[in-house]
């Protein structure tokens, strides 16, 4: 409901380079064939959004792009660095991807602007000042400066989700991967957050989104992926995807839905 | 999705009932609704009181009004019906500082106050910062000078006739100060994917807890000498300092994982996906939470390792428990070992009250501002 109202369709800042590659990936929870060949190439500036039934793997897939998930096989191929066991590769390409989760995960112990400024104090070794600066400049971003000092559970959710987004983008990510972000959220928080991501999308920010949120979706979206037990079954750019569904399910997914 | 604006456009919300007024109940009210209120609990009210009525007199009689307070020979009293407080007046000092010579024992009484005021110091807010790392190292040494002497015109005195409160002291403080960080590497060691320190970690918890600490303090000061190089000796109380310290820390390892495993998932994820390593994200995420929430487990075991050193004296290193039963092995007092234990009993009360009630002060500090979600 919230997220139809702004945004003109896909303004496209799409380059020409994959700047995430994945081919032939397969991952098993132990007999569980979580994710069944999957082959996505994600262009540099794209908007995708992820939807599907829930345990049809779509949190795992993304998941898989920052190794919060191994993959057992195929290859991964984040900006040119692909992934696999090696720690250094794992270390490069999270400094380089931005997640937001479904419930935040915010640092209870940590200020607002803590949180923000931990990981590039201490992942890039940026001085407390200008890690601060960096901190403040995506909290008003978020619009959600004045609370830098605060805790998050002096928050509400939707301002904790908003923080959780800012912090992420403290790390300046050339990739951002949201888990459903508005899943936990009250329904009147959940126009907020979306808000935040649209602007973020304007900006030109290549952005992988889990989310049953149609109306963010058909604004913003690129391509619409629909996921289905642990196999791709359809994706189209969001028009055609929801006017002409092609396939049975994804048919029978949007019924119940929209 | 749907269009639910517009529902509900008819709803008029009730007037607000007034506020209830704010009565207090009066004494009977209170009474009647907590001691009164039914015919079980209005009986065991009874029975309580009645109780109550007989000991507490007797005791209050026994220990005040009856008892003898003035420094007095052991005959008087003999006189006496109530608590002989001249027992506590004649051998105070040797209880408290054991057998380290009489006329120096002003040395053991400053190490005390130093000691105290150095554990009082560290418990404020203000102070936990580096400042720590200067004034403990300083501390230890200067008590360390006012004990052992040899220096500064001090007398030299071996530690074997240091005894009483200092050693108490000294033993749980440092045992539970240096244990804390072993349990916190014994407590990740044991969750972590390296099979070798794995298995180290659950073979030390496992075995240290499975055995009395007695067994632990006998080790460390009759079997390890005997695997020593001829001719190489470890301070038998130092070796008592280290057994408390292994105990202590397997203990307390228990408590850290327990802090661990409750620190939810989602937290170690948030960590992963900004790209700090482990390390990063053990002490500045994890671990801060783990060890919050872990305070009153903390808490309790350090209270049981203070009870616990105690058991020294099996290694023949003289406590304030054992210079008190020393004490009272004097033939002379011997019928008045009671007070001796009330006295020793109060001083143990007294720290491990303060322990406890520092440790709920410290939750509510690090609590303050924001609650767990």
Redesign the interface.
Known sequence: ?ASTAPASTATSAMGTQDIIAMSGVNKWYGDFHVLKDINLNVKSGERIVVCGPSGSGKSTLIRCI???EEHQEGDINVDGIELTDNIKNI?AV??E???V?Q?F??????SVLDNCT??PI??KKKPKSEAEAIGMKYLERVRIGDQAQ?????LSGGQQQRVAIA??LC?TPKIMLFDEPTSALDPEMVKEVLDTMVDLAKEGMTMLCVTHE??FAKAVADRVIFMDQGEIVEQNEPNAFFDNPQNERTQNFLNQ?? | ?A?ITNTGANFVPTEARPAPLAVRPGPLTWLKENLFNTWYNALITLIVIWALANWIPALFDWFVTSALWEAAPADACREVAGACWAFVYEKWRFILFGTYPFEQQWRPGAAVILFIGLVVVSCFKPMWNKSLLVIWPVGLVVCWILLSGGILGLDYVPNNLWGGLPITLMLAVIGCLLAFPVSIALALGRRSNMPIIKAFCVGYIELIRGVPLITVLFMASVMFPLFMPEGLTIDKLLRAQVAIIMFAAAYLAEVVRGGLQAI?K??Y??A??????YW?SMV??IL??AL?ITIPPQVNTFIGMFKDTSLVLIVGIFDLMFTMRVAINDLEWRAYYIEGMVFVAILYFLFCYSMSKYSQWLEGELHR?????
């Open positions: 409901m920052n190794r919060l270390d999270r400094a991807v931005g997640m989760f419930h995960n915010l640092f209870p112990h940590l931990l990981a201490w992942v605060k805790y998050p559970g002096q912090r992420a790390m149609m109306g839905i929209l | 999705m269009d939810p989602g937290q994820e948030a992963d996906s900004m790209g700090l390593s990063q500045f995420i801060p939470q919050k501002g924001h609650k767990r979600l």
